[in-house]
């Protein structure tokens, strides 16, 4: 199985700040049809996940351009500008280019 | 709107089976892939499976194949998961999901005796 390895696992910032995560995955994820099938999840507490990004760099309907991945291969980003009070949460990169689909483990966007 | 919502959670015993159902709504349901997603308690996400519209093709992940049975009846709009054997390690909620896009609130599942 394809193991994503999210760093950090905790990520403290000062509302304002720019946020980064990282997704290294333990192959590519480059799918034989030549597209990335890497996304990025919300989950608020209490809530359940929402998509942000998906293939690896596009924004899902209503997310804002704050949020911003990127990556190839098997490296990949997130990157949050201008953290505001609701991307607070645990985050997850998830991939559905080699079965069975698997998620990281989360990183934590918290306050400092 | 799309609507996902789970039902038939709830508390059972070690070695017993129950059925899950996600009722689905604002969307045309046969269109769509499906899928279920779990997360025990405090824990990440887990990826269960999924199923293509005309129940041809079923995926799951390998530890769960098993126990876990994926199924839909698109006449009623309805995504089924039917796990057996069940364990302390199934406790979770569970959440259904129309190609991870949009997601259902989860239930609960406790097992326990």
């Known amino acids: 199985d394809v193991v994503l390895t999210q760093t950090p696992v905790a990520q403290p910032v000062t509302l304002g700040d720019q946020a980064s995560i990282s997704c290294r995955s333990s192959?590519?994820?480059?799918?034989?049809?030549?597209?990335?099938?890497l996304e990025w999840y919300l989950q608020k507490p209490g809530q359940s996940p929402q998509l942000l990004i998906y293939?690896?760099?596009n924004r899902f309907s209503g997310v804002p351009d704050r949020f911003i991945g990127s990556g190839s291969g098997s490296d990949f980003t997130l990157k949050i500008s201008r953290v505001e009070p609701e991307d607070l949460g645990v985050y997850y990169c998830?991939?559905?280019?080699?079965?069975?689909?698997?998620f990281g483990a989360g990183t934590k966007l918290e306050l400092k | 709107e799309v609507k996902l919502v789970e039902s038939g959670g709830g508390l059972v015993q070690p070695g017993r089976s129950l059925k899950l159902s996600c009722a689905a709504s604002?969307?045309?349901?046969?269109?769509?892939?499906m899928g279920w997603v779990r997360q025990a308690p405090g824990k990440g996400l887990e990826w269960i499976g999924e199923i293509n519209q005309d129940s041809s093709t079923i995926n799951y992940t390998p530890s769960l194949k098993d126990k876990f049975t994926i199924s839909r009846d698109n006449a009623q709009n309805t995504l089924y998961l039917q796990m057996s054997k069940l364990g302390s390690e199934d406790t979770a909620i569970y959440y259904c999901?129309?190609?991870?896009?949009?997601w259902g609130q989860g239930v609960m599942v406790t097992v326990s005796s």
């Open positions: 192959q590519s994820l480059v799918h034989s049809n030549g597209n990335t099938y």
């Open positions: 293939k690896v760099s």
């Open positions: 604002g969307f045309s349901f046969n269109d769509y892939w």
């Open positions: 999901a129309r190609n991870l896009l949009y």
């Open positions: 998830f991939q559905a280019t080699h079965d069975p689909y698997t």
